[in-house]
């Protein structure tokens, strides 16, 4: 019989109200990011707002280009700005709200590399990274560290 690994993995749904009131101020942060976004060819607008340990919010959101895989998600654009101008300064939550013009039933949850991403910031800083992440059907999805996303990751422990 093979060896089999396992790993518990939960998201936590919230409407609204039910979110603190600090999650739920990033969330705002990441939904008027989204109205900034640069996203002319798929339309679908993302806005990110990461927390630093300081309180401190830091936004980005997606960046498109004529030349498809020049573009950015809107994660990269606002965890590279929090670690270029705030290096080693922890993250403690990153919050992602997307939406597109026309059509009510938005989902996100973040693309495989910003899931990766978001894991080397865990991993440097040696604690969790919640993410909270909303479309546009009125519920906000809370996973209370980047494992929830990515299992069975690769990290810098590989690379030894
Ligand atoms: N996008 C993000 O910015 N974040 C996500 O979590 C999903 C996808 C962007 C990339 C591209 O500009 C557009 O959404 C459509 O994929």
Do not use: W
Not at 48 to 72: C, D, F, H, K, R
């Amino acid at each position: 019989m093979p060896v089999r690994f396992t790993q518990e993995i939960f998201l936590e749904e919230y409407e609204e109200a039910e979110l603190d009131p600090q999650s739920m101020e990033l969330m705002r942060r990441a939904r008027s990011a989204s109205e900034q976004a640069y996203a002319p060819y798929s339309e679908f607008k993302v806005g990110a707002a990461v927390m630093l340990e300081s309180g401190q919010i830091v936004v980005g959101n997606n960046q498109e280009n004529a030349a498809y895989p020049t573009g950015l998600c809107a994660e990269r654009v606002a965890l590279f700005t929090a670690s270029s101008n705030h290096p080693r300064s922890p993250f403690l939550k990153i919050a992602i709200s997307a939406q597109k013009s026309g059509q009510a039933q938005v989902e996100v949850t973040p693309c495989g590399a910003c899931r990766q991403a978001m894991m080397e910031y865990q991993n440097l800083q040696n604690s969790p990274i919640e993410v909270l992440m909303e479309g546009t059907k009125g519920k906000i999805y809370r996973a209370n560290s980047v494992d929830m996303l990515l299992p069975f990751k690769f990290s810098s422990e590989s690379l030894k």
